[in-house]
Every structure is written in C-alpha cells, then in structure tokens.
T-cell receptor, first 117, second 113 residues
C-alpha cells in the first residue's frame, strides 16, 4: 500500500513570497490533515478535511494560509505572504475515517521542510 | 483546551537497557492516546496506542500504560536497540466529530551501542 505522498520535500523562499505544498493521501482515506511542526515541537493541526469539506480550521492563520481539497482526494496548502516564523515542516496525514467519531490511525507523509529567509 | 506535557525531552540509554517516556494530559475527557516515532527526515509513524478503557497494552518490546486518575500515560521500551533511536511523541484526543490529536513536545531517544 502506497503511503501519503508530499511534494516538494524542501523549499526555500524569501519572506513575503508565496509557496504551495501538495499532498496525496492514501487511497480511500476520507480524512486529510495538515500539520505544522516547528523545530523541537510536536505537530500542530492546521486544518482537517473530511472528504472535500473542512471539519476544523480553527488554528489556521487564515490571513495568510489557505487550503483546499478538490474532489476529496489531493490537497494543497498555500502560504501567501510567508513570514520568517512560518519556517517549519508541513506534514500531511490521512485516516480512513478519522472524523465521524472514529479515532483511527493517522498516517503521516514525509513532510515538506520550509525555510523562509 | 487539551494540553499534553512530555518528559524527558532527551533520553540516552545503553543498548539493551529500558527506556521510559512519560506524558500528562489536562482534559479528563481525553480517551485515545497514541505514540508516534519520528526518524530524521521522516513523518511520524504510529507505534502503539491505547484507549481509556484499557490500563496497559503491550506489543513485543513496546508497552504503554495509562493512569486515568492521575491523567498520565507512559511508553516503555525494553531491550533497546540502536534502531530505536528517534524522536518519540505522545498525543491525546477526545472522541468527537474531529478527533483532534494534541501532541506532546517530543523526546529524543538515543540508544548507545
């Protein structure tokens, strides 16, 4: 079974530029998560999708971050404009049916390492 | 909201020794507690989880214990091997429409050969 795919793996940009990350979840997984992991910290949830609908985006800085999951499969996370403090690893995870009151395993991708200069 | 604290932040053991990582949570409604292992350059990988209706769970060299009264849970690794070296994260969630995971700050485990 193929795992969660993410691209690019690394990205270096200057502040105020824009950047986009892509995620392809495990086939058949209805729930998709984007996490931000700052160096030395645990992952922090940014947004959760159930199919193509947003379930939780309470910690997404909506003035600069946006995300979409068209057709309920792949997802894109965008930052515009980027700030220095956005330097982090952006992790995508998927679960078979993580919402709907089921606590199922979240499978993580390798992440995209973003450095904002 | 839920808060998860994890200790120690770093742990060095000799190969063959045991390692214990401890976490505490704040919300008594939390009922699902997974542990993830993150190797350098990779995403976190689930290694074991426990639900609130169970006090202990074991899988080969790995075990997790849960004390609901004290609101803490621990990861135990026995007979450590160099390949166990990684960052370990605990997490907690409340069964809900979102099942949001709150992660601890991580423990860097180094197993010295």
């Amino acid at each position: 079974e193929a795992g969660v795919a993410q691209s690019p793996r690394y990205k270096i940009i200057e502040k105020r530029q824009s950047v986009a990350f892509w995620c392809n979840p495990i086939s058949g997984h209805a729930t998709l998560y984007w996490y931000q992991q700052i160096l030395g910290q645990g992952p922090k949830l940014l947004i959760q999708f159930q199919n193509n609908g947003v379930v939780d985006d309470s910690q997404l800085p909506k003035d600069r971050f946006s995300a979409e999951r068209l057709k309920g499969v792949d997802s894109t996370l965008k930052i515009q404009p980027a700030k220095l403090e956005d330097s982090a690893v952006y992790l995508c995870a998927s679960a078979l049916e993580g919402g709907s009151w089921g606590q199922e395993t979240q499978y993580f991708g390798p992440g995209t390492r973003l450095l904002v200069l | 909201g839920e808060n998860v604290e994890q200790h120690p932040s770093t742990l060095s053991v000799q190969e063959g020794d045991s390692a214990v990582i401890k976490c505490t949570y704040s919300d008594s409604a939390s009922n699902y507690f997974p542990w993830y292992k993150q190797e350098l350059g990779k995403g976190p990988q689930l290694i074991i989880d426990i639900r609130s209706n169970v006090g202990e769970k074991k899988d080969q060299r790995i075990a997790v214990t849960l004390n609901k009264t004290a609101k803490h849970f621990s990861l135990h690794i026995t007979e450590t091997q160099p390949e166990d070296s990684a960052v370990y994260f605990c997490a907690a969630s409340i069964r809900s429409a979102t099942n949001k995971l709150i992660f601890g700050t991580g423990t860097l485990l180094a197993v010295q050969p």
